[in-house]
């Protein structure tokens, strides 16, 4: 699995509010991988928006599953910070 591949490292994260417990939805990654803009420079992780676009599903579970475990431990990978 991807996350597996990924190092992942604590940071603190701030209080939790009421709108924590609730996951990423499937419809805010579609909905920000749809408004990436195309042309412009990667970004840290040097994929370009239009690789991130043309993956497609596959693409859209992938996002949502390392968005929904960074929401739910407070880690992320190490370059991010």
Do not use: F
Request: charged share 25%; with cysteine; net charge negative.
């Amino acid at each position: 699995m991807l996350l597996r591949a990924i190092q992942l490292q604590s940071h603190r994260r701030p209080p939790a509010t009421d709108n924590d417990s609730y996951p990423i939805l499937r419809e805010e990654v579609e909905a920000a991988v749809k408004s990436l803009k195309k042309e412009k420079s990667a970004g840290v992780d040097n994929v370009p928006a239009e690789l991130v676009q043309a993956v497609g599903e596959a693409m859209i579970s992938t996002l949502l599953t390392i968005c929904n475990k960074t929401w739910q431990t407070g880690e992320w990978h190490t370059p991010w910070t």
